[in-house]
């Protein structure tokens, strides 16, 4: 009984443990950004073209939300910061941090991130910017700073 206690303690320390290193880079902007990851295998996948040519139109409503934007071709990526903040160093960020959020198999995958760190869309098709907006304008903390404005 002993042993098999120790064991899922071990288990358990073990998952956190791996948990907190793949968040630590992206957590550069926990509470202060919210994060959007646009994924392909391909850079010219159409689906993956389509998708960042919305966020280019749309600028003015990504900075209001505190967006930064990682679009992820393969095993590299671009940053763009969309939010107010623009002093982080996200640019850095370490390739498998961003890819243990993914599901590899996909072709093309897009990822909301709110401010708390977690995952609050995920989707295999198009993000409809509108789709977009009203997922964040709907979040608690948007809420508040909406009201606050």
Same mark, same amino acid.
């Given at each position: 009984?002993?042993? $098999?206690?120790?064991?899922?303690?071990? %288990?358990?320390?073990?998952?956190?443990?791996?948990?907190?290193?793949?968040?630590?880079?992206?957590?550069?902007?926990?509470?202060?950004?919210?994060?959007?990851?646009?994924?392909?295998?391909?850079?010219?996948?159409?689906?993956?073209?389509?998708?960042?040519?919305?966020?280019?139109?749309?600028?003015?409503?990504?900075?209001?939300?505190?967006?930064?934007?990682?679009?992820?071709?393969?095993?590299?990526?671009?940053?763009?910061?969309?939010?107010?903040?623009?002093?982080?160093?996200?640019?850095?960020?370490?390739?498998?941090?961003?890819? $243990?959020?993914?599901?590899?198999?996909?072709?093309?995958?897009? %990822?909301?991130?709110?401010?708390?760190?977690?995952?609050?869309?995920?989707?295999?098709?198009?993000?409809?910017?509108?789709?977009?907006? $009203?997922?964040?304008?709907?979040?608690?903390? $948007?809420?508040?700073?909406?009201?606050?404005?």
């Amino acid at each position: 009984m002993g042993n $098999r206690i120790v064991s899922i303690l071990v %288990l358990v320390f073990t998952f956190m443990l791996t948990q907190n290193t793949a968040g630590q880079d992206l957590g550069i902007h926990q509470w202060k950004q919210r994060i959007v990851i646009v994924k392909s295998s391909e850079a010219n996948n159409p689906l993956f073209q389509k998708q960042l040519e919305q966020f280019k139109e749309a600028e003015d409503g990504l900075k209001e939300r505190k967006l930064v934007l990682y679009a992820v071709q393969g095993s590299t990526s671009d940053f763009v910061d969309y939010s107010a903040d623009s002093n982080n160093n996200a640019g850095q960020l370490k390739q498998e941090s961003i890819q $243990r959020l993914l599901k590899t198999s996909e072709d093309f995958e897009v %990822l909301l991130i709110g401010l708390d760190g977690g995952v609050k869309l995920r989707q295999t098709e198009i993000l409809k910017l509108e789709e977009l907006f $009203r997922t964040i304008d709907a979040m608690p903390m $948007r809420r508040s700073e909406r009201k606050n404005k």
